[in-house]
C-alpha cells in the first residue's frame, strides 16, 4: 500500500511569489495535518484538517493558508514567500485525527526560498 | 505556550554502549510519540506511549511515559551504527486532535 505521498520533492522560490504544495493521505485516512521543519528543529504544527474541516491551526500567519477535497487530499498554499519559510513542509496523516491515533509522515517538499 | 525540552541534543558514542534520551515539559500529553528522522526524509513513528508510567519495548529500544504524563524518555541498549538518525519526541496537546508538539531532536551518531 502506498504510505503519504507529497508533490513536489523540492521546489525553488524567490521572496514574494506563492507556493502550493500537495499531500496525498494513506488510503482510507481522513485526517491530513501539515507540519513546518526548518533545519536543526523539530517540526511545527501548521494546520490540522478532518473531513474537510480545519481542525486546528498553529501560530503561523495568514500568509499560510490550506484545504482538504473530497477525496481526503490536501493543499498548503504560502502567499507572499519570505526567506524564513525555507523549510521541509511535511505532512501527515490519520484515520481519525485524534492524539493516540497513529500519525504517519511524510517525505516532505523541500522548499528553498531565495 | 507547550514545550517539550528534549536533552541531549547532540549525542555521539561507540557502537556497544547504552543511551538515554530524555523529553521533559510541564504540560501534560494525552500521548507522546517518539519518531526517527532519516536526513531528506519525514520522520517515521517508533512508539506512542498514553498511560502515564507505560514502559514499551522495541527490541533494543524502551520507552517510558512518566506517572504524570509530562515526561518520557528513550533509552537505547547497545547501540548500532543503524541506530544513527535523528530522535525526535512528540506530544499530543488534546484529545480530540491530533496536534503534535514535538521537540528539537537528539542527534545520535553511533560510530563502529
Known amino acids: 500500500d502506498a504510505g503519504v505521498t507529497q508533490s513536489p520533492t523540492h521546489l525553488i522560490k524567490t521572496r514574494g511569489q506563492h507556493v502550493t504544495l500537495r499531500c496525498s493521505p494513506i488510503?482510507?485516512?481522513?485526517?491530513v495535518s501539515w507540519y513546518q521543519q526548518v533545519l536543526g528543529q523539530g517540526p511545527q504544527f501548521i494546520f490540522q484538517?478532518?473531513?474537510?474541516?480545519?481542525?486546528g491551526r498553529g501560530n503561523f500567519p495568514d500568509r499560510f493558508s490550506a484545504r482538504q477535497f473530497p477525496n481526503y487530499s490536501s493543499e498548503l498554499n504560502v502567499n507572499a514567500l519570505l526567506l524564513g519559510d525555507s523549510a521541509l513542509y511535511l505532512c501527515?496523516?490519520?484515520?481519525?485525527?485524534?492524539?493516540?491515533?497513529?500519525?504517519?509522515f511524510g517525505p516532505g517538499t523541500r522548499l528553498t526560498v531565495l | 505556550t507547550q514545550l517539550l525540552e528534549q536533552s541531549p541534543q547532540f549525542l555521539s558514542i561507540q557502537e556497544g554502549e547504552n543511551l538515554t534520551v530524555y523529553c521533559n515539559s510541564s504540560?501534560?500529553?494525552?500521548?507522546l510519540q517518539w519518531y526517527r528522522q532519516e536526513p531528506g526524509e519525514g520522520p517515521v513513528l517508533l512508539v506512542t506511549?498514553?498511560?502515564?508510567?507505560e514502559v514499551k519495548k522495541l527490541k533494543r529500544l524502551t520507552f517510558q511515559f512518566g506517572d504524570a504524563r509530562k515526561d518520557s524518555s528513550l533509552h537505547i541498549t547497545a547501540a548500532q551504527p543503524g541506530d544513527t538518525g535523528l530522535y525526535l519526541c512528540?506530544?499530543?496537546?488534546?484529545?480530540?486532535?491530533?496536534?503534535?508538539?514535538f521537540g528539537q531532536g537528539t542527534t545520535l551518531q553511533v560510530k563502529p
Open positions: 501527515a496523516s490519520s484515520l481519525l485525527g485524534t492524539a493516540t491515533d497513529t500519525q504517519y
Open positions: 488510503s482510507g485516512h481522513k485526517s
Open positions: 484538517y478532518y473531513e474537510k474541516e480545519e481542525r
Open positions: 504540560s501534560v500529553f494525552s500521548s
Open positions: 506511549v498514553v498511560t502515564g508510567g
Open positions: 512528540a506530544g499530543a496537546v488534546s484529545s480530540n486532535t491530533g496536534k503534535l508538539i
